[in-house]
């Protein structure tokens, strides 16, 4: 299992967001863009490591999640 990158430190009142994406690229412009936009992001770099992180540190308001994530034997 990759381990997901330590949580972001939230403001009372900002938004937070579980951000599962198992490219680097596009997850590294998404935590980029997301957090100049007010958000705290946490970051799971597949769908493992993704129900590690959300069962274990927070539960997201309005889950949203693709169906082909690798590591769950989706992808």
Known sequence: MTEPTPPAVAV???????LVEDDPQLSEMLVDLLGKAGHAVDH???G???L?????????KTPSMRCDLPVLGYG
């Open 12 to 18: 009372v009142g900002q938004p937070r967001l579980l």
């Open 44 to 46: 799971a770099p597949d």
């Open 48 to 50: 493992q490591a993704g």
């Open 52 to 60: 590690h992180l959300g069962l274990s540190l927070w539960v997201p």
